[in-house]
């Protein structure tokens, strides 16, 4: 998509700058709330990705493992965030049975997985 071709956010016309980033700033920590409230596997992950950051800047040897080990959790809580917005996605276009919306959620969740996976190898390559 070139830039001429995306539509245009209503409640950002007009926005440059410092102003459009303020804007896009309120509405990534709005997400943030949001994902909190209303997503139960969010708000456990946040739990658990508290202490393993903490653990990362203390296990971490030097600054390459440290946001290895940081950015494999984090990594976690982004793909979440992105499995979320898929599913609401296909909740929004219906609610009935369709094959192509559980493949879809079915592919979200296996991203999750895989993100998690990669936490565990990347933790055991450095620490053991």
């Given amino acids: 998509m070139s830039g001429s071709d995306k539509p245009e956010?209503?409640?950002w016309d007009g926005l440059r700058g410092?102003?459009?980033?303020h804007r896009a700033s309120r509405d990534s920590l709005r997400g943030l709330a949001e994902a909190?409230?209303?997503?139960?596997a969010f708000r456990i992950e946040v739990l658990l990705v508290l202490p393993a950051l903490a653990l990362a800047f203390v296990l971490g040897?030097?600054?390459?493992?440290?946001?290895?080990?940081?950015?494999?959790?984090?990594?976690?809580?982004?793909?979440?965030?992105?499995?979320?917005?898929?599913?609401?996605?296909?909740?929004?276009?219906?609610?009935e049975h369709?094959?192509?919306?559980?493949?879809?959620?079915?592919?979200?969740?296996?991203a999750v997985l895989l993100?998690?996976?990669?936490?565990?190898?990347?933790?055991?390559?450095?620490?053991?």
């Fill in 36 to 40: 909190w409230r209303a997503e139960e």
């Fill in 98 to 110: 369709h094959a192509l919306s559980g493949y879809a959620k079915r592919l979200g969740s296996a």
């Fill in 18 to 21: 410092w102003r459009r980033l």
């Fill in 61 to 95: 040897g030097n600054g390459i493992e440290r946001a290895l080990l940081a950015g494999s959790v984090l990594l976690v809580l982004i793909v979440e965030l992105l499995n979320s917005a898929i599913e609401a996605v296909v909740d929004r276009i219906g609610r």
């Fill in 115 to 128: 993100s998690l996976l990669l936490v565990v190898m990347v933790w055991l390559a450095i620490l053991v």
């Fill in 9 to 11: 956010r209503e409640s």
